[in-house]
């Protein structure tokens, strides 16, 4: 996808161009990725655009795996046979270039929490991918100040890391009383529910929900639902998985529930608790939640290796319909700024900044 847009003062001089490493598409990363280049494309006076992407981007074939020499020099290629002024790695990776560069880092989980990538050797090499892209980059663009500050103590110069959290569709709203029930009917079968949306992963903590299901499923009639594919059954530890779900699915399952539970240790963001408080839903997480200072009052903190500890701030919630509801209005009207074009806008700053020079 490429875009050209002339300067209005003068149509000899062309806008500058921007180089987009898209090529990590699935997860966090690949939303990342479309948010960003539609918040790109809707604000006026935008650079040029082109998105490389794995398999096909605005110019062709690309059938390079992220996180490969080759890839890397792919795009390190058509950044020089197009021009651009700016290349942007979207995820970690970084590719040489004599022009302006900036790279996102979204966490550094794996370093930080080794059982979350298994394989030293794994590590290794992914410190090696980090340590190249902030090195050769000029911007290094975070979504918290918690991955800010862990960049430093790896030791990135402060001055090169810019906090812009991420951006949530505007698809995520509150809902009506019947789309509640019709949420409930879908994915509970009529009863009330708490959601989580994660991968079974080390970091992510499922365990401690599924020990907490034994006791909110059977003692207070609230199911615990998943938005994630189980290890072997759909209703398996307590847990009810409901699978993957479109942007839209995933609105009604956020708008259905009681509460968002985010039990990770650790989360470099954290979109899917900004995009429950952006439908209204209140969340119970740790303190170790990259957006959990966006989420004002919309928070419930809680000890997330204790069971009886995310139990209690579950049942906070479902005992208190006016705390409930306050927390949710609280946390929607928190995150209203975090829109596309919001990001966008301040990616455009750190890019100005760099073909400024400052």
Known sequence: ??????????????????????????????????????????????????????????????????????????????????????VHGLHVELPRSSVGR??????????????????????????????????????????????????????VPAGK???????????????????????RRRFAAGRRYVVAVAADRPHKNLDVLRRAAATLTHGDRVEVVVRGRPRRTPHQDGLLYVGALSDLDLRLLYVGAEALVAPSFLEGFGLPAVEAAACGVPVVCGPSLGALPLLGDAAVVVDVAEVTSVVAGVRRLLADDD????????????????????????????????????
């Open 1 to 86: 996808m490429a875009r050209r847009v002339m300067d209005p003062h003068s149509e000899m001089r062309r806008s500058p161009r921007v180089l987009l490493d898209g090529r990590v598409t699935a997860g966090g990363v690949g939303r990342y990725a479309r948010t960003l280049v539609a918040g790109l494309q809707a604000v006026p006076d935008t650079p040029s655009l082109c998105v490389a992407q794995r398999d096909v981007g605005a110019f062709g074939e690309m059938r390079s795996a992220p996180f490969t020499p080759w890839g890397r020099g792919q795009v390190g290629r058509r950044a020089r046979a197009w021009s651009a002024d700016i």
């Open 323 to 358: 705390e409930r509801v306050g927390r949710g209005a609280a946390g929607r009207a928190a995150v209203e700024g975090l829109g596309a074009q919001a990001m966008a806008r301040r990616t455009l700053s750190v890019y100005g900044d760099v073909l400024g020079g400052g």
């Open 102 to 155: 900036v790279v996102t880092v979204p966490d550094l989980i794996p370093l930080q929490y080794p059982a979350s990538m298994p394989g030293r050797l794994r590590r290794r090499m992914y410190a090696r991918l980090v340590c190249g892209g902030t090195g050769r980059a000029d911007r290094v663009i975070v979504p918290s100040r918690l991955t800010a500050d862990a960049l430093v103590a790896f030791g």
């Open 161 to 183: 890391v810019v906090v812009i959290p991420l951006a949530v569709d505007e698809a995520f709203q509150p809902a009506c009383p019947v789309e509640r029930e019709r949420a």
